[in-house]
């Protein structure tokens, strides 16, 4: 109790909480700014870290990216433009809605669920970090190849239209994925004697360019009126997310779950927490066919998801001192150089820094409601800006950002050239979420199944052999199965009936 009152203590500090209202701050505007993810707020904030002690360091950095990863929705909800890679997966679903004058319900929504997703993954890191660690550590390559599996397989729930297309959509985002340096034997593919293609295409540029450049042409194409949304009221922020709670609480339970149990993965994290939760949101929901047509059920368990995977990342880096994200990469080095080594003697020798980091998890998550209310105010602004004037600046914005991420005119040519796939692609129907699933997923299924059939002598057996990778082949395969036994039942019923 000594050691709690005293965390109580160092966190309830003046310079502390100082602190944590300026790294929200800046959170929120580097995770609005697309290309600038979370992982870059971190990294902006480790050399301020340097000249702070280790609690308001912790605190900078928990408070930042809790902050960053919540504001990438506002311009995916706005504007059409992930601020961050966790926030891809729903920005469609955002941009219906502000099209259809409901921007401040689709924000005000991510925002509440993202609070209940941070608080539900923090109090799972405070009451179940050991078993929760030994169980993500039990993953070794067969079981991530499964589970890269089943979020490919979330292509079909998340295309708005034809599964098929989504299908052909997800093939083009694999194929670019396959682009750079051949995993194991080190050859190049599809370089065409280029370096820059060497390390394959980033994904930041890519996403800027698929979601953003290619609305920008579109916008130019019809002069401005296919983007133009509804303006609407932004008034009413908060207004019925009580109801929303109720109504959507199994979806937030279910991300929360969810996103926790990702983020504990090493090398997952919240960009595939969001994906599989909305994807799930759209397989389980009772009206699937209002989903890509501006719903906010899938808005609730995705942002909840987002939120909940970033507490979860956390929970084997403090435990073994294995990070669960790029996150929790910094972070780590950051503990050290503190002096709180990460691993299970950091619970016994310093407590009250571990109870101190926790508690700022909490104030964070809390503090999240009334900033983000403010940072949604204030971004209202953008839909007052004529068309005119609005798409030179966000073209603006695609070029820095790409350029950010690369430092080179590469990321600026990948923004470009994807912008007008992504455009041609939506012209002919086909959705370029799946695609940018594949491209976030692609390297990670080829490695994961490269090593998986080196370890085993190139034996396939071996995928299922392991019982949790058994498990979650077999969910793969029903997956995929499934729906194929279930139109040959009906073809077959069909067939009998006319006979």
């Known amino acids: 109790m000594s050691d709690l009152i005293t965390a109580f203590g160092l966190v309830l500090d003046p310079y502390v909480l100082a602190v944590i209202a300026a790294s929200a701050a800046f959170g929120l505007f580097v995770g609005s700014i697309p290309g600038l993810t979370a992982t870059m707020a971190t990294a902006l904030l480790v050399p301020v870290t340097f000249f702070m002690d280790p609690v308001p360091a912790i605190a900078a950095i928990v408070t930042a990216t809790a902050m960053a990863i919540f504001s990438g929705d506002i311009p995916g909800c706005l504007l059409r433009i992930p601020g961050t890679p966790a926030s891809a997966a729903y920005a469609d679903e955002a941009f219906a809605m502000t099209r259809k004058g409901l921007a401040e319900r689709a924000l005000g929504t991510s925002l509440v669920f993202s609070v209940v997703g941070g608080l539900f993954g923090t109090t799972v890191l405070v009451l179940a970090a050991p078993v929760l660690a030994e169980f993500a550590l039990s993953f070794s390559s067969f079981e991530y190849f499964w589970l890269v599996c089943l979020g490919l397989s979330c292509a079909v729930f998340i295309s708005p239209a034809s599964p098929?297309?989504?299908?052909?959509?997800?093939?083009?985002g694999l194929l670019i994925a396959t682009i750079?340096?051949?995993?194991?034997?080190?050859?190049?593919?599809?370089t065409f004697g280029h370096y820059e293609l060497l390390t394959g295409v980033p994904f930041i540029p890519a996403m800027i360019g698929l979601f953003a450049v290619s609305e920008v042409m579109r916008a130019v194409v019809s002069n401005g009126l296919s983007l133009k949304p509804e303006a609407g009221a932004m008034t009413g922020i908060l207004r019925g997310q009580g109801a929303n709670l109720r109504r959507y609480w199994k979806q937030g339970l279910r991300g929360s779950v969810l996103g926790t149990a990702i983020g504990a993965l090493p090398g997952a994290g919240a960009d595939i927490a969001a994906w599989i939760a909305y994807a799930l949101s759209k397989r389980f929901s009772k009206t699937p066919k209002k989903f890509g047509t501006g719903h906010e059920e899938g808005l609730a368990e995705a942002g909840a998801a987002n939120n909940g995977a970033l507490s979860g990342a956390w929970i084997p880096a403090l435990v073994f001192g294995i990070p669960g994200d790029s996150i929790t990469a910094v972070v780590i080095g950051v503990l050290y150089v503190k002096g709180m080594n990460p691993g299970p003697t950091i619970f016994i020798h310093k407590p009250e820094l571990i109870h101190a980091v926790f508690i700022v998890f909490f104030l964070a998550n809390l503090i999240l409601l009334p900033f983000g209310w403010a940072a949604i105010k204030l971004s209202k602004q953008a839909l007052r800006v004529p068309q005119r004037v609005l798409m030179p600046l966000i073209l603006m914005f695609c070029v820095v950002g790409a350029f950010a991420i690369t430092n080179s005119m590469y990321g600026v040519v990948i923004a470009l050239t994807l912008g007008v796939l992504g455009f041609f692609m939506e012209e002919n129907g086909f959705p370029v979420a799946p695609a940018i699933l594949g491209l976030v997923l692609g390297p990670m299924l080829e490695q994961n199944f490269i090593t998986s059939l080196i370890k085993a002598d190139g034996s396939m057996l071996a995928f299922f052999?392991?019982?949790?990778?058994?498990?979650?082949?077999v969910v793969t395969f029903a997956m995929w199965l499934l729906p194929l036994a279930l139109w040959l039942y009906g073809w077959r019923r069909r067939a009998a009936q006319h006979t």
Request: proline content about 10%.
């Open 164 to 172: 098929m297309k989504g299908l052909v959509s997800l093939f083009i």
């Open 465 to 473: 052999e392991r019982p949790i990778a058994g498990s979650l082949g």
């Open 180 to 190: 750079g340096i051949d995993n194991p034997a080190g050859q190049p593919r599809f």
